[in-house]
């Protein structure tokens, strides 16, 4: 009466086997298809161009456009100088996107400045989290249209300390460096840039992704 056993558990042990299978092989498929040949299912889920690892970003001291060379109000990518208060920040404690190009700021540039305006205006609540900086390179600057239609943007003029930082951004970008996005978590270091012509709903989708993973700024 008990001879069927054997067959039994053999028969077990095959269905186990099968659900075996069936749960880890797309596992495996997924791991060989991603590591094996770079495939990714839909391509890139990001927009800008991932810089892979990140690039901590040196501090160097700028001069705010506008101030005076007398008395130079220095901005530092670690912080403003500011004997009564916090000082604020340039690129840390923020995520930033910094729009590096020439200081007369062409249509060109005018057009880039104002895609980020809308696409940190467009995070809602979540825009306080995020600054935006013009970093200027040369003649610097129309700063009565910065002022009237950027009044949220931190313009610094490119002075000959900034060559560590716009190197940086030129390997970063496979030069050059001018005219685009870049977007700096706020400990600092260079994740992503933007080409020229670049859509701000993707800045926009990109932005609004990490502000929801991350935890810091």
């Not at 094996?36 to 001291?61: D, F, Y």
């Not at 060379?69 to 901005?75: L, R």
Request: aromatic share 8%; with cysteine; net charge neutral.
């Amino acid at each position: 009466m008990n001879a069927p056993a054997p067959r039994h558990a053999g028969h077990q042990r095959r269905v186990l086997i099968v659900l075996m299978f069936l749960f880890f092989a797309p596992v495996v498929v997924a791991f060989i298809l991603y590591y094996g040949i770079g495939w990714s299912p839909g391509g890139r889920v990001n927009h800008g161009e991932l810089v892979e690892p990140p690039v901590p970003l040196p501090e160097v001291a700028l001069p705010e456009a506008g101030s005076s060379a007398a008395a130079p109000a220095a901005v530092s990518t670690a912080a403003k100088e500011s004997p009564a208060e916090e000082p604020p920040t340039f690129l840390k404690g923020k995520w930033t996107l910094l729009y590096l190009g020439a200081g007369d700021c062409s249509a060109g540039c005018r057009t880039d400045l104002y895609n980020t305006r809308q696409v940190r205006a467009a995070l809602g609540a979540d825009r306080e989290r995020v600054q935006r900086v013009f970093l200027a390179e040369g003649a610097c600057c129309d700063l009565g249209w910065l002022h009237a239609q950027q009044p949220d943007l931190i313009t610094v003029q490119a002075s000959a300390a900034a060559t560590p930082l716009t190197t940086i951004l030129e390997h970063a970008g496979r030069t050059p460096a001018a005219d685009r996005v870049y977007l700096i978590d706020p400990l600092g270091n260079l994740m992503m840039f933007y080409a020229v012509d670049a859509r701000p709903k993707g800045m926009l989708e990109d932005l609004k992704k990490l502000l929801r993973l991350s935890h810091v700024g």
